[in-house]
């Protein structure tokens, strides 16, 4: 891999000269001075692979996260097919295994983290006057570490001989997946999967320094604190979150290796289990809260447009924000109520996991008040909104339940926590992503979706998901474990239901897809800068300011832009809606 990664480098090195943007493409200031200096970017595929541009990149990553949001939709879908029928049906245990590992990884590392890094990258410099990123060419480098983590993560699905998929869930509990015992989980294929997750949190920690670096440093002269909008907020928490907790993912990867191929025993030895999962939960459980945050931010951020209004009690999100980030590094052991720690500790972690729910309860309580007595206009994206509020309440109430130690004794790893987390991950945190797709749809592309088509993606989505995941809740109240491919034949009725809601959930991303790109490709084009009306009720914001100067100057007969327009960030002085009012939304 090594060599073949030099090779390309080398390869790149000869067909691009990497120094030939200018600076305004790579990130530095207007009139900035430099003694290689090109007008050009290169076109084609060169342009892609060598791009430094953060609307380019943002695009990347949204190529990305879409792709593997896919692969790991056929992953459930053939998951939830084979849970059809109580006994074993058109696959085997061990591929059921193998998908079911593949499938949380894929949705949480390969598609969740990088379409929260899409929206940031392209949006984050634009929403705070800035030029680029602070650190062009390194967001570069974060975003193609990921495309070889994804081959290493599926790699045990390809035609390779003697290579099997790892088959140790997501959660890469040991001693299984430290290949202890005559199973398969020895093999080098979950090898391959820890080295593809070791690339992605290396990525995610060189967007997080990026980010930090560029809010801090990059804003325009009218972006203060207390104007700074709350989309840039979440995104400044989640970063933070993510600098303290993938580098431990990956220190604890890395003695993960060293216990299955250097004969070590961090993990082999009295406790290893224990220690195992402290440090993995000590990351997973701020892993929810660095997906959950962004999405947040995302629905704080367009719920208010089509509400008519501000954002009801801006400061208030805020802190609650900045409260969850600090709190979300006090739970981790809610995770183990069941593994026999000391009861005194898991008090303390119970009175924490039951305390985080008063922030996440004041953002929803905040949503809910913009809309009350608004001018509510139904689109598309405020569909998805208000989808996003209802699941969040949802697996947010569940989720209270399981922090309690008596509850969560009798529904620890059943269907129970399955309903529940996935009403936060597919329920809130898709529904928050596809709000800002369909909303931010004319900035990126230049065209309109069809909105008959959104709405109905809308609608499919949100039935689909509420007959799948609540099924799975009851599911668990009756006791059945999860991470099975065979049960008892009483659960079949709810297994059928939970796949029916499945296949609902699943024509609906298909028409989301068709309508994505074929919107893309023979959309109306939109020709004004504020497609949504926001002028009327003064929550124009900066994107579509830039946006808009983008389309009056473009030249008519080639659709270049003017030179004397910045591509990164705007005009140098853009009006801002905020006016520099605190509860800027």
């Given at each position: 891999m090594g060599i073949f990664l030099v090779a390309v480098a080398a390869w790149l090195a000869r067909i691009e000269n990497w120094?030939?943007?200018?600076?305004?493409?790579?990130g530095g200031a207007l009139g900035q001075q430099e003694g290689y200096v090109s007008r050009e970017k290169p076109s084609g595929l060169i342009r892609w692979l060598t791009t430094v541009d953060h609307k380019d990149i943002g695009l990347l990553y949204g190529t990305y996260g879409l792709i593997a949001f896919v692969v790991g939709g056929l992953m459930v879908t053939v998951m939830r097919l084979e849970l059809i029928d109580p006994g074993m049906s058109f696959i085997s245990n061990q591929f059921y295994n193998s998908l079911l590992t593949s499938h949380g990884i894929t949705m949480l590392f390969l598609f969740g983290t990088p379409i929260i890094a899409a929206f940031a990258n392209y949006l984050v410099p634009l929403l705070i006057g800035a030029d680029d990123m602070a650190f062009p060419r390194v967001n570069a480098i974060a975003f193609w570490l990921l495309?070889?983590?994804a081959l290493l993560i599926w790699a045990g699905f390809f035609p390779i001989p003697n290579l099997v998929p790892a088959q140790t869930a997501w959660t890469m509990y040991t001693p299984l997946s430290a290949g202890v015992g005559a199973g398969t989980q020895a093999n080098a294929g979950v090898d391959l999967m820890l080295l593809g997750l070791h690339l992605t949190g290396v990525s995610a920690t060189m967007?997080?320094?990026?980010?930090?670096?560029?809010?801090?440093?990059?804003?325009?002269?009218?972006?203060?604190?207390?104007?700074?909008?709350?989309?840039?907020?979440?995104?400044?928490?989640?970063?933070?979150?993510?600098?303290?907790?993938?580098?431990?993912?990956?220190?604890?990867?890395?003695?993960?290796l060293f216990d299955r191929n250097f004969g070590t025993t961090f993990f082999t030895g009295?406790?290893?289990?224990?220690?195992?999962?402290?440090?993995?939960?000590?990351?997973?459980?701020p892993e929810v809260y660095i997906l959950v945050l962004p999405p947040m931010g995302i629905v704080s951020y367009v719920l208010p447009r089509f509400a008519g209004r501000r954002l009801f009690g801006f400061k208030f999100v805020v802190y609650s924000t900045l409260a969850i980030g600090v709190l979300?590094?006090?739970?981790?052991?809610?995770?183990?109520?069941?593994?026999?720690?000391?009861?005194?500790?898991?008090?303390?972690?119970?009175?924490?996991?039951?305390?985080?729910?008063?922030?996440?309860?004041?953002?929803?309580?905040?949503?809910?008040?913009?809309?009350?007595?608004?001018?509510?206009?139904?689109?598309?994206?405020?569909?998805f909104c208000i989808g996003f509020v209802s699941n969040f309440i949802i697996g947010g109430v569940t989720g209270v339940f399981l922090a309690s130690i008596p509850v969560d004794l009798i529904l620890h790893d059943?269907?129970?926590?399955?309903?529940?987390?996935?009403?936060?991950?597919?329920?809130?945190?898709?529904?928050?992503?596809f709000?800002?797709?369909?909303?931010?749809?004319?900035?990126?592309?230049?065209?309109?979706?069809?909105?008959?088509?959104?709405?109905?993606?809308?609608?499919?989505?949100?039935?689909?998901?509420?007959?799948?995941?609540?099924?799975?809740?009851?599911?668990?109240?009756g006791g059945m474990p999860r991470r099975y491919a065979t049960y008892l034949p009483q659960f079949a009725t709810l297994h059928q239901v939970a796949t029916l809601g499945a296949l609902i959930l699943f024509v609906g991303q298909v028409i989301f897809v068709w309508n994505f790109v074929q919107s893309w490709l023979e959309g109306p084009k939109v020709e004004d800068g504020d497609p949504w009306n926001l002028r009327e009720s003064g929550l124009y914001t900066a994107e579509w300011d830039w946006y808009d100067q983008k389309i009056k100057t473009a030249i008519a007969d080639g659709g270049e832009e003017d030179d004397s327009v910045l591509t990164d960030g705007g005009e140098e002085e853009s009006a801002r809606a905020d006016d520099g009012d605190a509860d800027a939304d």
């Open positions: 120094r030939s943007y200018s600076p305004i493409g790579g495309p070889p983590a967007g997080a320094i990026n980010f930090i670096a560029t809010i801090f440093t990059e804003r325009g002269d009218d972006v203060s604190w207390a104007n700074l909008d709350i989309f840039s907020w979440t995104i400044l928490t989640q970063s933070g979150l993510i600098l303290f907790a993938f580098p431990l993912l990956g220190s604890a990867l890395v003695m993960l009295e406790g290893g289990a224990m220690l195992w999962q402290h440090l993995f939960w000590f990351f997973g459980h979300s590094f006090g739970v981790w052991a809610h995770h183990m109520f069941a593994t026999g720690m000391d009861p005194r500790l898991r008090a303390s972690f119970m009175a924490v996991s039951l305390a985080i729910a008063i922030p996440s309860a004041v953002k929803t309580f905040n949503w809910i008040t913009t809309m009350w007595n608004g001018r509510v206009r139904l689109t598309t994206p405020m569909l059943t269907y129970y926590v399955v309903g529940h987390f996935h009403y936060i991950v597919m329920g809130a945190i898709a529904f928050a992503g709000a800002g797709l369909y909303y931010w749809y004319p900035l990126y592309t230049g065209r309109m979706y069809q909105k008959t088509l959104g709405k109905a993606h809308f609608w499919l989505s949100m039935v689909g998901t509420n007959i799948t995941f609540f099924a799975m809740i009851l599911l668990g109240y």
